[in-house]
């Protein structure tokens, strides 16, 4: 299966920009002080966001230069949103969240090149299907 052979990509390329809309609303909202501290996890939830993220968009773009592309937008969305948090009263900047979000890029980046580029494809052709039906 293919790319092009989606019938829902447009819903696809959609939920894509929600959940950067998502990933920018939580990363810049203020939120509640917690009073449990899970050494690391913050760095994990970096992780599995930006690794979600460029997941999702290369199984939407498929050529080498558009992942490559994606992969990069990613790195920069992230440095832009820790500068961002930087200049708010209520967040701070955080390099070692930089380096999280960009190595969750990265391992996604890489296994696009495995057949975890077809999941959504797969996915897709799943619902057709059932729709179909």
Known sequence: MSIKEMHYRSLWLMLGVLYIGFIF???LLRVPEM???LTHTDKVVHFLMYFILVGWFV???QTSSSRILILISAILLGMLIEFL???TPYRSFDFADEIANSIGAFSAFILAK???DSILVTFDQWLYKLKSA
């Open 35 to 37: 009073t449990i501290s």
């Open 59 to 61: 199984q939407l773009y």
């Open 85 to 87: 948090q930087g200049m």
């Open 114 to 116: 495995t057949t975890f």
């Open 25 to 27: 609303m939580g990363s």
